[in-house]
């Protein structure tokens, strides 16, 4: 049996009057555990209220598939007291980490203490509150560590494909260039006219600006490049099939090719194959230098983005394009949007800046495309409007996923409301986005939705913020 004692170790029975705690004691039920066993499963329902008189008892959240420790309580304690207030399945799991000792007080005879005494009414919601706050931190800091692993998951994705790109280009343009300096070099030993030279260096700077100014009708490629294979085998070039394709991007045609080889058809010297060799090699050497320049620009277009995206080195508050906010977002996501999402975009360009907290409006951005996202399971439409409205900007995020069922719409901003299974979701995203909205740019967000399509809508004021 629980005795008065034990409850008088806590501060929160402190305040019930001495026939109370007789009864608390009477009617609590004695729950001993050993180590390592379950007291209660994160997302069952609210039991009661637990009075630990030994032992320890971890806590722990599931995030992602893993149960992560987020505190403990060691004897004399009392918790379960929020899912008995909130009637809401349980926040946590509970289990034993060493042999426990706990009494469960029923939830309405906690109820009952609760309403007959205000003082232990206060006690008690100080306690939840400073426990939900808590846990909300706990999961606030996975949950920005979960954003900055999707952040980092989406970048590394794209950074893949343009660095493999340089990589590709400054181990292959080496051995090139080498070559390139040989066939030089066997060249000017053999003295050849000035004239001579300069139609070979005309048809190469000709091909160079092709390649760099994509001048070449790429429907025409194939057929150019049946061409000139047919004319390299007759001409007997070795390694004609690997000839062909360069010197086709490089918008060389057979007629360049009769004139500058006409004089070496009969030389049985290097000369005859070498010229064309160098032709196709500096096109080859080309289209390998602005592959990696293309890859390096694209390396910097998206470190830029991130930068951009995050408000390095700029101050907390500062004017903000929302359009560039919202792209900035969508170039980190753009692994996720390939496959079978199309974004459309309906922006009014006319907009001015927004004073905001930049990095922050980005998560809200974040939140919301994000969740669009999965809405619509890999295929569907994601549609971005911007407006204005009055002394707002108004920003909808529409998708065409399922939809939010009716009956949860309203409760769908709550802080650890979440229609996801338990460990896939925090039930803070959405509550970061009102927060963000309304607490630090006095703004509003609301939500529209049925099967097939939801909407977002955020309106940011115009004027400026004061400082939070």
Same mark, same amino acid.
């Given at each position: ?6 409850? =008088? ?7 019930? !009057? ?8 009477? *009617? ?16 069952? !329902? ?8 030994? &032992? ?69 919601? /100080? ?51 080498? #070559? ?10 053999? /003295? ?62 057979? #007629? ?42 694209? %390396? ?23 359009? /560039? ?16 999402? #199309? ?15 930049? =990095? ?36 909808? %995020? ?7 069922? !009716?009956?949860?719409?309203? *409760?769908?901003? #709550? ?9 896939? &979701? ?18 509003? %967000?609301?939500?529209? =939705? ?19």
């Amino acid at each position: 049996m629980l005795c008065i004692e034990d409850l =008088s170790k806590l501060a929160l029975f402190q305040h019930l !009057p001495l026939e109370r705690l007789h009864w608390v004691c009477d *009617r609590a039920q004695k729950v001993e555990l050993a180590a390592g066993e379950t007291l209660v499963q994160e997302g069952a !329902p609210a039991r009661g209220v637990f009075v630990l008189v030994a &032992g320890q008892i971890g806590i722990t959240r599931i995030s992602d598939g893993l149960d992560i420790p987020i505190g403990q309580h060691k004897a004399p304690a009392v918790f379960g007291e929020t899912p008995v207030l909130t009637d809401e399945p349980m926040l946590v799991t509970l289990h034993a980490l060493t042999a426990c000792v706990t009494y469960e007080i029923a939830g309405d005879d906690f109820l009952t203490l609760l309403h007959e005494c205000r003082a232990f009414e206060r006690a008690v919601f /100080q306690l939840m509150a400073r426990r939900l706050r808590g846990v909300e931190s706990f999961v606030r800091g996975r949950e920005k560590m979960a954003a900055l692993g999707t952040l980092a998951a989406g970048l590394a994705h794209e950074l893949n494909n343009p660095a493999a790109a340089v990589v590709h280009a400054l181990r292959d343009v080496v051995p090139a260039l080498a #070559e390139l300096q040989r066939m030089n070099l066997v060249y000017g030993q053999r /003295q050849i006219e000035a004239a001579h030279t300069q139609q070979w260096l005309q048809a190469r700077d000709e091909g160079y600006e092709t390649i760099l100014h994509d001048r070449l009708d790429l429907t025409l490629l194939s057929d150019r490049e049946e061409e000139l294979l047919e004319w390299l085998e007759a001409y007997g070039v070795s390694n004609a099939w690997n000839l062909a394709a360069p010197l086709s991007l490089g918008g060389v045609t057979v #007629e360049t090719l009769n004139m500058l080889t006409d004089r070496w058809r009969d030389d049985p010297t290097e000369l005859k194959d070498m010229g064309v060799h160098w032709l196709a090699l500096s096109f080859d050497v080309m289209s390998m230098i602005k592959s990696g320049l293309r890859g390096a620009e694209r %390396i910097a277009a998206l470190v830029q983005s991130m930068k951009a995206y995050s408000y390095l080195d700029q101050g907390v508050q500062q004017l903000v394009d929302v359009h /560039q906010g919202i792209e900035d977002t969508l170039q980190i996501f753009s692994h996720r949007l390939k496959p079978g999402i #199309e974004v459309r975009r309906c922006y009014d360009r006319s907009l001015p800046q927004v004073n905001a907290y930049g =990095s922050e409006l980005n998560q809200v951005w974040t939140h919301l495309i994000e969740n669009a996202i999965e809405a619509m399971a890999g295929n569907g439409c994601l549609k971005i409007t911007t407006a204005r409205d009055g002394n707002s900007v108004c920003v909808e %995020i529409t998708d065409s996923g399922t939809g939010i069922p !009716p009956e949860i719409q309203s *409760r769908i901003f #709550e802080t650890f409301f979440t229609t996801k299974p338990v460990g896939k &979701g925090t039930g803070l995203g959405l509550d970061i986005v009102r927060r963000i909205v309304e607490n630090r740019h006095q703004g509003t %967000i609301a939500l529209e =939705s049925q099967p097939g399509e939801t909407c977002f809508s955020v309106r940011l004021p115009l004027a400026t913020l004061k400082p939070t």
